[in-house]
């Protein structure tokens, strides 16, 4: 320990003066600290007098779904007895009926000087849930008022399609069983100690991988599930899938190909810091065989949240719009700005070769959705991405401010971006866009899009603007 000397003492009584000096100042520092940690523990300390439980007028009013037969959804009270099935489960049925309605008007300027196009768009999404327990359960879906990728609208131009366009379908959109073993034959494991956490789902149903970027579609499909699979000391858990699709494969080129056959292996594993991903397919068919794949890392810094994502496809034949040969690699930053809940955003992508997803319903939009407002498609009608969707030899990317108002009642997004192309003859574009979304009420939601922008080469400047109002019931 260094010491002060004055003049007129001498070094051993400056050395004793200095330790006196610092062990006073030392016990006062941990006097203080002690005092402010003993403070912030009590102040966050949980209090010892009792809580009396919330009455049910005192909880938020439930939002029911459009009909109810059984147990209600989401309510209060006591349980039913429910059925004892000859493998020990229990069942308790319940039916709910539940959906979506969006209606909204499209307007887009020509970029070529001809006809510009302005419609009103409407859709309708109506599910059946049975619910036979917490794991178990039957849905089925149609979408009754589009057809593949069109949509039942009036037009007001064009005048090539002016007038009452309706696109009627009674499909099954989703028609699956999901289910868990281990609660299927819990006699299997009655400690619950065993490896029998396999979940499963067979039918048509959404399937939704890297993002949309690898796989975004509805496929008929049977897929198994493992859960919580932990590694000591380095994997906290590892969730596999394995999943074959036999129908309603929706390829790159936007149709659908009877006779292909999707065999994936998907993985997301977390470690104590990252989130990692990797997953795996392959499309059997005569026509366009092709291998896909897929990885992503998914982070936190400080206040800073990253995540990073690698996917590429192989044709196994020649390339075709069904499947070519690219890699698209996306990076993704955003952090919450201090003092409130407004998040900045920066989005990056770019793509060698021509990348093509193994499976893309055609109101998805493409696999740049995730890049921003810009890119992504609004699922209804002919109003289309601000940015063009292709990944053919180009990169890009958009900056935004996403604000919150109104206890998130209210929310405005403020982007740009931009997408430079390989191909001269394409010409790269930029633009500026904005979308407000407003809760009404509980089920009505308001919301509004617009965009403007610059293109070089094929085309010229555009601008584009909807409004849009949903009902969920």
Not at 2 to 28: C, P
Not at 284 to 303: K, M, N, S, V, Y
Request: negative net charge; proline residues 4%.
């Amino acid at each position: 320990m260094g010491s002060v000397v004055s003049e007129g003492k001498s070094l051993s009584q400056g050395r004793r003066s200095a330790i006196s000096v610092s062990s006073v100042a030392v016990a006062v520092v941990v006097a203080l600290g002690l005092g402010a940690s003993n403070a912030a523990y009590a102040a966050s300390a949980l209090s010892d007098e009792p809580v009396p439980l919330a009455k049910e007028e005192d909880l938020p009013k439930r939002t029911a779904p459009l009909l109810e037969i059984g147990p209600d959804f989401l309510g209060t009270g006591n349980l039913p007895k429910g059925w004892v099935l000859p493998t020990g489960a229990v069942w308790q049925p319940a039916f709910w009926v539940f959906g979506s309605t969006r209606t909204s008007f499209n307007f887009v300027e020509s970029r070529t000087g001809g006809e510009d196009l302005s419609e009103i768009a409407t859709r309708l999404d109506l599910f059946g849930n049975l619910q036979l327990s917490g794991t178990e359960r039957f849905l089925i879906g149609i979408s009754p008022l589009r057809s593949s990728g069109q949509f039942t609208n009036y037009q007001f131009s064009p005048n090539a399609n002016q007038g009452f366009n309706e696109s009627i379908s009674f499909e099954l959109t989703t028609a699956f069983f999901e289910g868990e073993l281990g609660e299927l034959f819990p006699g299997l494991d009655p400690e619950d100690t065993g490896a029998y956490d396999l979940s499963f789902a067979i039918g048509r149903q959404p399937i939704f991988f890297q993002e949309g970027a690898l796989i975004n579609d509805t496929i008929d499909a049977f897929g198994i599930n493992r859960d919580t699979i932990m590694v000591k000391n380095s994997i906290i858990d590892w969730r596999m899938t394995g999943l074959v699709g036999v129908n309603d494969i929706h390829r790159a080129d936007g149709r659908r190909h009877a006779g292909d056959i999707l065999v994936g292996w998907f993985n997301e594993i977390n470690f104590r810091g990252p989130t990692v991903n990797f997953d795996a397919v392959t499309i059997a068919t005569e026509d366009a065989p092709g291998l896909f794949g897929g990885a992503g890392f998914i982070q936190r810094f400080g206040h800073l949240n990253v995540a990073a994502r690698l996917n590429g496809s192989l044709a196994l034949d020649d390339e075709s719009a069904q499947v070519s040969n690219g890699l698209l690699g996306f990076v993704e930053l955003s952090t919450t700005l201090p003092h409130g809940e407004d998040l900045v955003y920066a989005n990056g992508f770019a793509v060698a070769g021509t990348f093509t997803p193994a499976a893309l319903d055609p109101t998805a939009g493409g696999p740049l959705g995730r890049a921003g407002i810009l890119f992504a498609s609004a699922a209804l009608g002919r109003y289309g991405a601000a940015l063009p969707g292709r990944t053919s030899d180009t990169v890009g990317g958009a900056i935004g401010y996403q604000m919150f108002f109104n206890n998130a009642r209210t929310q405005l997004i403020l982007e740009a971006g931009g997408k430079y192309e390989g191909d001269d003859s394409i010409g790269s574009t930029a633009a500026v866009g904005a979308q407000v979304r407003q809760a009404v009420g509980r089920r009505v939601e308001l919301r509004a899009d617009t965009f403007y922008t610059v293109r070089e080469g094929r085309g010229g400047d555009g601008f584009g603007a909807r409004a849009e109002i949903a009902v969920n019931f």
